[in-house]
């Protein structure tokens, strides 16, 4: 055989396998077999194995048919019996305070105000005399023992400000609608007894008519001038936020409002050191800002599957831990006060309309349940004044916590999207009945049951920092409402397993309108999967509350696993 001849032949036994690598010799690039996997198809299959090529699953089956996909480069994982959910969708949360909290004082279900006065201390004497002390996440509900002294259930901020003379600290409360600051922060901020409550919110005073450390609502606005001091390098937080999604097992992100310069920001960092959770952002500015950033952020980036800006939002009212909520009738606790409406209605309303014009998802912020109400009216009135049938644009309410009984059909006839939080419920539940009374509670509370069996999507989540980005918490209040102290909230108005489930899957990808690349496991969609120790669907709820994510895979990728 001449030398020619041969390396025509070799020639051509290279395309040969060249041809095979682009179609079935090399298989799979992953296969994950041996496990239990729920797909949430259509028809709730269940699967032992699938198989990945690229980012995407390319076949769902039986160990056998899966195998059958394996080629010279596969990476097999034996998942011994692990249970594998579609990969985890958060529903609302806020990327850049995920982030952020990890840069702050982490005051999350800290046990008592003297504790958190040590952390503080601690602060202050790493810090330089000046410099901003920021914390986040206190909640006077988790305290087991009271502050020295108090105004109402909150502290007084003379204990704070005693080890902070030459440091402005501001302490964020976990709900994210209140504010604590020092002394030495309100000097700076010019607060004094004359300081008048802005609209929609109000400096807390003490006895003697001085600012006593809270702020509510609209008024946290009077220490912003201090907190821009403290600007986080946004690169970081993005990392931070992106690491602690992955650890969680969250595989797509729903970001619950970010202004639109940030947005940008992020927008650019992501572009040289890409995100490796899929992000979803809601737009959430002033009109004005809006109306000139929309064109230049709205939408995917370039057909990136990993960052999206899909939606608008807006807060119609507050949180009824801090009685912002907006309610039809006055709070039990405190009847001199029906809470607020944060945002003017005609703001709101505006919004909708750029909603409209871009083709974005509009969402509101309504806790109250008159927030609740008047953003159901807003949204009927918008879709009138444009003539637009709105029941397939799958605008949301945010938390949707409290619903007069006759407007919990609404949202299923104007085809809204509950975002809801399942630890929301059981974090809340203790004091809830104290703030809104028994009635309220039993039939307007976070009444999952009554919305499901009206046909409303409800999409879970966290809305962390307000809680931890952990999922489970959230998906065992969702199916047994049992509070941390052991007592159940209400708990006919839980979700079944396969319910919460897909609250955190499938319906999640519906409401950000990925239900056909994302939220379960079928040929042709992301390879995305969140992969447990144990089965979400068949454990005992005890054993359900130690449940841990052990890998994480986004696109194909495995991303985390637990140690
Ligand atoms: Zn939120």
């Not at 041809?19 to 729920?38: K, M, P, Q, R, T």
């Not at 920092?465 to 509070?483: I, N």
Request: charged share 25%.
């Amino acid at each position: 055989m001449s030398l020619n001849k041969l390396l025509l032949i070799s020639a051509a036994i290279f395309s040969l396998s060249a041809f095979f690598a682009c179609s079935s010799e090399e298989g799979a690039d992953l296969i994950l077999y041996n496990g239990v996997i729920a797909t949430m198809d259509d028809s709730m299959t269940e699967a032992e194995a699938v198989a990945v090529l690229g980012d995407r699953i390319i076949a769902v089956g039986t160990n056998d048919e899966v195998m059958a996909h394996a080629g010279r480069n596969t990476e097999r994982v034996d998942l011994e019996g692990r249970f594998v959910s579609p990969g985890f969708i958060e529903g609302h949360a806020h990327f850049p305070g995920v982030g952020e909290l990890r840069m702050q004082l982490d005051l999350l279900g800290v046990e008592s105000w003297q504790e958190i006065i040590s952390i503080v201390e601690q602060a202050v004497a790493e810090a330089e005399d000046g410099d901003l002390i920021l914390g986040r996440g206190w909640h006077q509900n988790d305290w087991t023992v009271e502050p020295e002294r108090t105004v109402g259930d909150l502290p007084h901020h003379e204990q704070l400000s005693a080890i902070s003379p030459n440091n402005p600290v501001i302490l964020r409360h976990a709900s994210g609608h209140m504010r604590f600051a020092n002394a030495y922060a309100m000097e700076m901020a010019g607060v004094d007894n004359e300081t008048e409550n802005p609209r929609g919110g109000e400096v807390v005073r003490d006895e003697n008519g001085a600012a006593a450390g809270p702020f509510r609502q609209r008024a946290m606005d009077l220490l912003l001038p201090i907190e821009e001091n403290w600007q986080p390098n946004v690169a970081e937080v993005m990392q931070n936020a992106n690491e602690e999604s992955l650890r969680f097992g969250i595989t797509t992100f729903g970001d619950a409002g970010t202004p639109v310069s940030i947005i940008e920001q992020m927008i650019e960092v992501h572009q040289s050191a890409p995100l490796s959770v899929r992000l979803h952002l809601m737009a959430r500015d002033s009109n004005e800002n809006l109306r000139s950033g929309l064109p230049r952020i709205a939408g995917q980036i370039e057909n990136d599957p990993y960052f999206t800006v899909s939606g608008i939002k807006k807060a119609i009212d507050g949180a009824l831990g801090t009685h912002g909520a907006w309610m039809v009738d006055p709070y039990t606790d405190r009847p001199e006060t029906s809470g607020f409406n944060t945002t003017p209605l005609d703001e709101i309303f505006e919004a909708g309309e750029l909603s409209l014009e871009h083709n974005l998802q509009m969402a509101v912020h309504a806790i109250g349940d008159r927030g609740n109400r008047e953003a159901m009216d807003l949204y009927e009135a918008i879709w009138a004044e444009h003539g637009v049938d709105g029941t397939a644009l799958r605008w949301r309410i945010e938390h949707a916590q409290n619903l007069q009984p006759d407007d919990i059909p609404r949202l299923s006839e104007l085809g809204l999207i509950a975002s809801m939080q399942g630890v929301h419920a059981t974090s809340d539940g203790p004091w809830v009945p104290q703030r809104i009374g028994e009635e309220r509670s039993r039939h307007g509370a976070y009444v999952w049951r009554s919305l499901l069996d009206e046909g409303t999507v409800i999409i879970n989540g966290t809305d962390a920092p307000v809680e931890r980005l952990d999922p489970l918490p959230s998906f065992h209040g969702s199916v047994t409402r049992e509070m941390r102290n052991g007592e159940f909230f209400f708990p006919e108005q839980s979700m079944t397993r396969e319910e919460a489930l897909r609250s955190y899957t499938i319906d999640g990808a519906y409401g950000i309108f990925r239900e056909h690349e994302l939220g379960s496991v079928e040929v042709g969609k992301f390879a995305d999967f969140t992969i447990f120790d144990r089965n979400l669907l068949t454990v005992s709820d005890e054993e359900l509350r130690e449940a841990k994510v052990t890998h994480t895979i986004v696109g194909g990728k495995i991303v985390y696993v637990a140690d």
